[in-house]
């Protein structure tokens, strides 16, 4: 049985990028993904990019990343102002073949989806119990935000920006967005990683989340400090699993990491018509 979360999951995990787009190439190093029209975009600096049958090439001698980097903020910049790219962030965020591999360039944030860049972020999972029924707190984004304005979303949640690691992203984010103190984020316990990859209007959606776990107090109630979220909701997990039968009122992102942990925690099992769907498609 085809669920409309089954189809949500399906669509943001298995998307084959080398179907439709172009494969980006740095020092011989698969980076991304990118639709032939933006590629087009980049005949206009022949001494840094090259159209090969196959795909797409960064050339020039660099000593080193930044060099790379200072190149590649040019041309970000000039494609800014031709309103090409959009949703500037003033945010940079790392490049590599890996999460650890030393970063091959760094470049702002809202460039990511239309090169098709691996981005990584943090989520939390803010759980907590209430007459001894689990339930977990959820965040509506503010209607102000650039990307899924008024979705729910994690409790918590942060792409991670150059110079920061899961957890001092995670510990950030869950202050600025929660309100929660840093001692008990600091609690937070590692639940592995989930991957969205899917087709977007720039290109490519593609990024890797650290899954993190937190217990919270009955007691706390998270409250927004940077504007970025709306407001709060502590949700039955029995409720939380009928609204993610419509899943289009969270953000994609959100709603595989609480699918994640409700399969996980055992709320979503093997009851489910489509149990080993979801599995299949959350782990390719």
């Known amino acids: 049985m085809k669920t409309a979360l089954y189809q949500l999951v399906q669509t943001a995990c298995t998307f084959d990028p080398s179907d439709s787009l172009l494969p980006f190439n740095v020092e011989g ?31 020039g001698d660099f000593p ?27 945010e940079l965020v790392d490049v590599g073949e890996t999460f650890h591999a030393p970063p091959l360039l760094h470049i702002e944030r809202a460039a990511s989806r239309y090169f098709g860049f691996t981005m990584y972020s943090s989520h939390l999972n803010g759980l907590t ?10 965040a509506k984004r503010a209607a102000t935000k650039y990307m899924d304005p008024g979705k729910l979303d994690n409790i918590a949640a942060g792409r991670i920006a150059r110079g920061y690691t899961p957890i001092s992203t995670l510990i950030k ?12 984020a600091r609690q937070a316990r590692a639940a592995g990683a989930v991957r969205c990859k899917q087709k977007v209007e ?49 953000t994609i992102d959100s709603a595989l990491v ?20 979801l599995l299949h498609a959350m782990r390719p």
């Open 29 to 59: 190093v698969l980076v991304g993904w990118m639709k032939k029209s933006f590629a087009e975009r980049l005949e206009e600096w022949p001494e840094l990019f090259v159209m090969r049958p196959r795909g797409v090439g960064m050339i």
């Open 64 to 90: 080193n990343a930044e060099h790379r980097s200072a190149a590649m903020t040019e041309v970000v910049e000039s494609l800014a102002t031709q309103d090409v790219i959009r949703g500037w962030r003033n």
């Open 129 to 138: 119990a209430r007459h001894g029924q689990p339930y977990m707190w959820l």
């Open 173 to 184: 984010e869950s202050f600025e967005e929660a309100g929660i103190p840093n001692d008990l």
């Open 202 to 250: 720039e290109g490519l959606h593609n990024e890797v989340i650290f899954v993190h776990d937190l217990i919270l107090p009955d007691s706390f109630v998270p409250t927004p400090q940077d504007g970025e979220v709306e407001s709060f909701e502590c949700v039955p997990v029995t409720d939380l699993l009928k609204r993610l039968e419509r899943p289009s009122q969270f």
């Open 258 to 277: 609480i699918v994640d942990c409700l399969i996980r925690r055992g709320y979503i099992n093997s009851d489910r018509e489509d149990y080993l769907d």
